[in-house]
């Protein structure tokens, strides 16, 4: 956990006191809307169909039991006793009030926490693996970098007014738990051939109204000069980005108009002009930020429980939670515990305030006080002894917080689409619990095995609908509310040689009522077509294509589809 230092305090009081003056002086009258709003933006505050929105920053998804039970106390004074945790790691608060926001604010300070750049045409907030640290195919912790990369991001005097808003990824492990390739730009850990480590620089990916796998600008690149590079490319995106159409002004069009090769040329051309220059990284600096976190004080227990090995033989909800929400620790006699938010019943991603404080208490007692929020709208407790997931299970489960559904189709990835957004097309949160309810059946959802199905309620794809292996997308047609269903998404590397890929349009649309009969189509296509109950899902679509599952759904090719021939879209 990254404990801030004088100056860190100091630049977020200093922000929370210039906005309660913004505040003051726009209910006053005397600033006006057009200039109010770029101003309310940079500090996370949007205004959404029925009421102001705050999007707190949970930097590259870490928080401690006090920052956790700080949420609970703001769900509860200022919100409707919940908050929502989102794709980029944050938290969202629906229904506070304009006036009280400096309010919020000023709480938030007081345990290290702020809205900043969550919005805005700037560096958003920075993402990572949220095994970041005790994964065993770690490379390197990706928050020591992410806060690196924070500190030198935020309030950046040349930055702060982009084309377009910028989203950083950084994954520190083997695995890509961080979706590097659909990120304006992904940052994945790799060692040189001398064992040195560097990043691999992934730039112009995103997803969207346009949604591309990002290209890779740079096989390896020095840790000594991550921040010159990120510089050099954001002033070509600076000095390039389309300004005179919002829908085109992201880098990944930027890059894609341009050409790889010669993007990839007026970026090292930049990085010239940086490379050694005040910006370059040395050991001493990594250093200071890195004594900034605090550590867990692991004790050394013997290795694996085998008690938990015998558990696991005998009880079978405890094998089913195991299996699917329980992960390996880099150190022996240690876990890593998904707590699931993707109940039947409940919106995902959300926590009501009993729940957060609750958690906080579960991370006090068996998680050494810290949290992580994943990019999959679940939170994490990283650092588990073995002997206590049984305690742990327990706990959870009073929670509602246990549902063993972690990369099943349950664990379904949703924004909060037409209930809250204005710019959403139709309702999310309402067909997720339709397919919950549809795939309640857990030992159904095991036989499935891994799926991941994700709804976003407009073209903006907060719920990451492209990289889903089903995606739902929500479309407006005469005014009504229909529902667009792409297959054979994935975030990362669906197998060794294949990597990120954007998912294809099967077709027509559907109204929100026979959404869930068209995904159980799609499940009985895969389970006929699977050549074993190991091969998932999305190998079977990449295997054989959509024409196959077009044909369960609509009875036969669908003409209308728009993209219904050529290959998927892979990294």
């Known amino acids: 956990m990254y404990l801030y230092d004088e100056i860190d305090q100091r630049v977020v009081d200093q922000r929370v006191a210039q906005f309660r003056d913004q505040t003051r002086r726009f209910l006053a009258g005397t600033l006006p809307e057009g200039e109010f709003r770029p101003l309310r933006l940079r500090n996370g505050l949007y205004v959404q169909r029925f009421a102001p929105m705050l999007r707190v920053a949970i930097p590259y998804g870490i928080v401690s039991s006090k920052q956790m039970r700080m949420f609970a106390h703001i769900a509860r004074k200022y919100d409707r006793d919940y908050g929502h945790f ?97 990120h304006d730009i992904g940052l994945h850990a790799v060692r040189g051939a001398d064992g040195e480590v560097g990043f691999r620089v992934v730039i112009g990916g995103g997803l969207g109204r346009t949604p591309i796998v990002g290209p890779v600008v740079r096989e390896f690149l020095p840790w000594q000069h991550l921040l010159t590079y990120l510089e050099a490319a954001l002033r070509v995106y600076n000095r390039y980005g389309r300004r005179d159409n919002m829908y085109k002004a992201r880098i990944k069009i930027l890059v894609k108009e341009t050409g790889l090769e010669k993007f990839r040329a007026q970026v090292e051309a930049e990085w010239a002009l940086l490379k050694d220059g005040p910006n370059t990284l040395i050991a001493e600096e990594v ?77 006090d007692r068996y998680a050494f006080g810290e949290l992580r929020v994943s990019h999959e709208q679940n939170l994490v407790l990283a650092d588990v002894r073995q002997s206590d997931l049984p305690a742990v299970w327990e706990e959870a489960k009073k929670l509602g917080f246990a549902t063993p559904n972690i990369g099943l189709l349950t664990n379904i990835i949703c924004c909060p689409g037409g209930n809250f957004c204005s710019l959403a097309n139709a309702k999310s949160i309402p067909v997720a619990q339709a397919i919950q309810e549809r795939f309640d059946d857990l030992d159904f959802l095991h036989d499935i095995g891994e799926l991941d199905l994700n709804i976003s309620g407009c073209i903006n794809a907060c719920g990451h609908h492209h990289v889903g292996h089903i995606g739902i997308l929500g479309v407006d047609k005469n005014s009504e509310e229909w529902y667009q269903i792409e297959l054979g998404g994935n975030q990362g590397e669906i197998r060794p040689g294949v990597g990120a890929a954007i998912g294809k349009v099967i077709g027509r649309s559907f109204a929100r009522a026979e959404v869930p009969d068209v995904i159980e189509k799609l499940i009985d296509c895969y389970i006929k077509r699977r050549d074993s109950e190991v091969e998932r899902f999305i190998d079977v679509v990449h295997r054989i294509g959509i024409e196959p599952f077009k044909e369960a759904v609509y009875g036969k090719t669908d003409p209308k589809s728009p993209r219904s021939s050529g290959q998927l879209a892979t990294a």
């Open 287 to 363: 250093a200071r930020v890195e004594a900034r976190f605090t550590r867990p004080a692991y004790e050394k227990p013997p290795g694996d429980d085998a008690a938990i090995a015998e558990k696991i033989a005998v009880d079978t909800a405890f094998r089913n939670w195991h299996q699917r929400n329980v992960f390996p620790h880099k150190v022996p006699g240690y876990a890593a515990v998904t707590l699931s938010l993707k109940k039947t019943g409940v919106p995902p991603g959300d926590a009501t305030s009993a729940q957060m404080d609750a958690v906080a208490d579960l991370a």
């Open 86 to 182: 989102s794709t980029r790691q944050n938290i969202q608060y629906n229904w506070p009030r304009l006036e009280e926001v400096p309010d919020i604010l000023e709480e938030l300070a007081s345990v290290q926490m702020h809205a900043i750049q969550t919005s805005g045409n700037c560096i958003r907030n920075i993402t990572a693996d949220h095994f970041g640290g005790v994964a065993r195919d770690e490379i390197v912790d990706s928050f020591v970098w992410c806060e690196i990369i924070r500190q030198w991001s935020t309030f950046h005097p040349e930055f702060n007014w982009l084309p377009r808003k910028f989203k950083i990824a950084v994954n520190g492990a083997s695995a890509d738990r961080a979706a590097t390739h659909v």
